[in-house]
């Protein structure tokens, strides 16, 4: 062990040397609109970012260089004609495009210069983005539909048998869709996209999807098919919600573009149009609330090929816009992302068999089946089992509201053709799932390889993980992202199953959890982008985001519709890009005057309150007051982000007087106990800096008294849950932070993992009568605060998206190690700490062109070493990796 000690040492102290003499600066990782190499981009002022890869301590870049320009080898020859930058001095990492006005269906190339530390120059690879409609004026295709009524149940096929007569040089498609739809050509399926276009609110923003089709279209003869899906924008399924009841709702219709560039330089644009035939399809119903149906007797084998007969077709009819606001979906897509192979199969008899994938997901099951013509298969999908084995799914349909029996919950039917082995996934649907019951009418012969289960979500990359010495808190990490990818679907959900409803309360409780673990923000801007679609001019939100027009009501206040500021301020603290958070100042703004007008004295009680609490109940304007001062707050800074200051200096006055109506009446300044003193009431007072400094730590004090006399248990819902780690493990009280995290017996995180789940449930009482979802997010916040609160990677509010990061790890008894990392927008931040005997070992990465401020938790007895020699805290470090022993 010394000798490994010895080599590591020597390795930390020898090679940043060498590298130092021998390495320069590497941009990599270019994005624009924070994704790599997009296309269909109608931002007229792209953002165009990098990160600079330097392997020596304390790299750091000095200047950069951006070009662009339309002739890729103009741009690797270090020359762009639509904009240049010139060298400007400066450590920033993302710009926005200022050059040239970008002109639509146009491929831009792009690339950077870095100067390191050593005045060294070095040049990226180029890379590109290309350009959209940028504009409805540049749309060639009518929108279509067929003529059938919002009620009929099969969805439609559509195709259309275009020529091309010259060299194909590019082609691209562009669709816009109210519905879901799939694209193909000449057979083939174009993209591996699931569930496009994301649900908006229809009639305000509608989003069309860009593809480039070079290697799927063929000079002569091509045909193209559509098949057009309900989503939520024709949504059938009965349900309390009043999802069939949008204002928008209409048979799905769609536009398309198929824009060709020739070898010769000409273009020609294909669009959608009177020319084009629809037919209905096997997919004889279509819901993404419930299920799919699909009747392979009707299959219509080619008739998405050139030369199907349709001469049975009908023509379709022209549609009006969906809404006057056809923009780019410039986002990471949703994807089957995993695929999930049967734990274990219980066949019951020839007609039932239930199968297991071994853990609860989001998405979709496929079947390969062999039966008789006619026989009718039933997929039942469900989170759990009765007694006697069979599929439960009295938790999760309690909300359905059916009119008959012929839209069964969460079950798939597939009406076989009796053509040999036949395969069956649904297009237009996902649920929330572990158990597949699958029944027939007539006896079938099924194997564990009959069925696989499809994780889908949105395809967000991986930012962050979590390694520990504790197996049940990495189980609890890894339940906590399941939620979390479980319910990411081009907006945070609530849950797969029972709502799929985009609570905005949930969306904000797990925020950090989210960006900790995930690059997210493409879905964020979406979400955010239908939040001010939503608001209605005088500043209120619904409670769930997009919606038909439910969630406008008495409880929709503070606690949950917070997201209007709180996710765009936490973009901008990850990121370090502050965009969101501008787009959304009005709406913040308008949202916060609402309150103030409608609150008495700085106090509110607009809101939902401390949400399936363990068993204390908190005080509904407490909790609602706290999240108008986070808001007040929030705006201030906004304000004065943004060279606002008469905004900055009334609305920091508001939160100020937010803040001292709080503590006029609900602290209590001898005991440092607020309102009733349960975790939640205290725990929200630290989370959202609420109490007074002086009191701060006695505060601290008495939250960790109150969690010992609950028996080291939580006694929160999902305000406390957001809070109780974070105040403890902020404010001196981490050991007690760990065991709540840690625990295993009810009521805890570990209790659900020591009971089987794979996923966060919706009630701490596995056995409650009702809010009984076992795959919810709103627990969640657990995921975030192990970054935080045990690996201490924190965000300098002062120099956001990890310019400088905040480290302060706590090195807590019962963990031998702990390591977190997470990819921000300078690179891979590594907070990693162990035991050994007399010590504690400390090592830290910091990415190139970032710095640190280390906070090391040590008692006066302490003293902290650095290749051996002593060092104080907090410490100061550029970027790099450092290894300190704590003795």
């Not at 939620?483 to 949930?506: A, I, M």
């Not at 679609?533 to 409670?543: A, H, K, M, S, W």
Request: glycine letters at 8%.
């Amino acid at each position: 062990m010394k000798k490994n000690h010895f080599f590591r040492i020597l390795a930390a102290s020898i090679l940043p040397l060498i590298f130092s003499l021998t390495a320069i600066a590497k941009p990599i990782e270019l994005t624009c609109e924070h994704l790599i190499k997009p296309i269909g981009v109608d931002e007229p002022n792209p953002r165009l970012s990098w990160r600079m890869q330097h392997p020596a301590q304390g790299a750091f870049q000095s200047a950069y260089r951006v070009y662009v320009g339309t002739d890729s080898l103009q741009v690797a020859r270090g020359t762009g004609g639509e904009w240049d930058t010139g060298k400007v001095t400066s450590d920033v990492s993302l710009v926005t495009y200022q050059g040239k006005a970008l002109q639509p269906f146009t491929r831009y190339f792009w690339a950077i210069e870095l100067w390191d530390q050593d005045k060294q120059v070095t040049r990226s690879v180029v890379t590109r983005f290309e350009t959209g409609m940028m504009g409805m004026e540049n749309w060639k295709g009518s929108w279509i539909s067929d003529r059938n009524d919002v009620n009929l149940q099969p969805a439609s096929y559509f195709r259309k048998e275009i020529t091309t007569g010259k060299k194909i040089k590019s082609a691209r498609a562009y669709i816009a869709v109210a519905g879901l739809y799939e694209l193909y050509l000449n057979g083939e399926k174009i993209g591996n996209h699931r569930l496009d276009p994301m649900y908006t609110r229809f009639d305000r923003r509608t989003l069309y999807v860009s593809y480039d089709i070079t290697d799927n279209l063929q000079q002569g003869n091509n045909a193209i098919g559509v098949l057009l899906g309900n989503g939520w924008y024709n949504h059938q399924s009965v349900a309390v919600w009043n999802f069939d009841k949008a204002p928008w709702r209409a048979r799905p219709t769609f536009c398309l573009d198929i824009r060709i560039t020739y070898e010769d330089g000409t273009t020609e644009v294909k669009g959608s149009g009177l020319d084009w035939k629809t037919s209905l399809s096997p997919i004889i119903f279509n819901s993404i609330y419930t299920a799919e149906h699909y009747d392979a007797r009707l299959a219509q084998p080619g008739w998405n090929t050139v030369g199907f007969d349709d001469k049975n077709w009908k023509g379709v009819l022209y549609r009006a816009a969906p809404s006057n606001n056809i923009v780019s979906q410039m986002m990471h897509p949703i994807r089957n992302v995993d695929e999930i192979p049967v734990k274990s199969m219980k066949k019951f008899n020839d007609t039932t068999y239930v199968f297991d994938l071994g853990r609860n997901i989001s998405g979709v099951s496929k079947i390969q089946v062999k039966g008789e013509r006619g026989t009718v298969i039933r997929l039942r999908h469900a989170e759990r089992l009765h007694e006697n084995g069979r599929t439960d799914l009295s938790n999760i349909d309690v909300y359905h509201k059916p009119k008959d029996h012929q839209d069964p919950f969460q079950t798939d039917i597939f009406i076989l053709a009796g053509t040999g082995t036949e395969e069956f996934m649904p297009k237009f649907n996902y649920k929330g799932f572990q158990y597949v019951e699958v029944m027939s009418d007539k006896p079938v012969s099924l194997t564990k390889s009959s069925l696989t289960g499809y994780f889908m979500h949105s395809d967000v990359p991986v930012s962050g993980s979590i390694r520990s010495s504790n197996p049940m808190l990495d189980k609890i990490w890894w339940a906590t992202n399941n939620s979390y990818l479980s319910n990411l679907f081009g907006y945070p959900t609530d849950c797969p199953q029972r709502e799929k409803n985009g609570w905005t309360g949930d969306g904000h409780f797990a925020i950090e959890t989210g960006l900790y673990n995930f690059d997210g923000i493409t879905i964020y801007e979406k979400w955010l982008a239908d939040h001010r679609d939503e608001q209605q001019p005088n500043g209120v939100l619904p409670d769930i985001i997009p919606t038909g027009g439910w969630g406008y009501g008495t409880a929709n206040g503070t606690d949950w519709t917070s997201t209007i500021a709180i996710i765009p301020w936490e973009i901008y603290q990850f990121y370090g890009d502050a965009k969101l958070l501008a787009d959304c100042y009005e709406n913040i703004k308008r949202y916060v005057n609402y309150v103030n007008e409608t609150s008495t004295g700085g106090l509110t009680s607009f809101g939902r309150g401390d949400w399936v609490p363990v068993k204390s109940t908190s005080n509904l304007e407490y909790t609602s007051s706290v999240y108008f001062y986070v808001d007040a707050a929030i705006l201030a800074k906004a304000a004065k982000l943004f060279n606002k200051p008469e905004d900055a200096v009334y609305y920091q006055q508001l939160a100020d007087k937010i803040k001292k109506a709080i503590n006029d009446k609900y602290l209590n300044e001898k005991t440092a106990i607020y309102a009733s003193g349960v975790q939640t009431e205290l725990s929200m007072a630290l989370q959202w800096g609420i109490v007074p400094e002086a009191l701060r730590m006695r505060l601290a004090e008495n939250l960790a008294q109150r969690v010992a006399a609950d028996g080291m248990h939580l006694d929160v819902g999902v305000l406390g849950a957001k809070a109780v780690l974070n105040a403890l493990s902020d404010n001196g009280q981490a050991e007690t932070a760990y065991r709540l995290a840690a625990q295993d017996t009810y009521p805890s995180w570990g209790w659900w993992i020591a009971n089987g789940a794979t996923t966060l449930y919706e009630n701490w009482d596995i056995n409650a009568p009702r809010d009984i979802s076992m795959n919810h997010m709103m627990f969640g916040e657990v995921g975030g605060w192990l970054f935080k609160g045990l690996g201490g990677i924190k965000i300098d509010e002062e120099k956001p998206g990890f310019k400088n990061v905040v480290l302060k790890p706590n090195f807590v008894t019962g963990l031998d190690h702990f390591e977190a990392t997470h990819h921000g927008p300078y690179g891979m931040i590594r907070s990693y700490w162990k035991r050994g005997k007399n010590k504690v070992t400390y090592e830290v990465t910091i990415p190139a062109n970032s710095s640190a401020t280390i906070y090391f938790p040590v008692s006066a007895a302490q003293r902290i070493f650095y290749k051996g020699k002593p060092v104080s805290s907090p410490l100061q470090v550029q970027s790099g990796s450092y290894v300190y022993d704590i003795k």
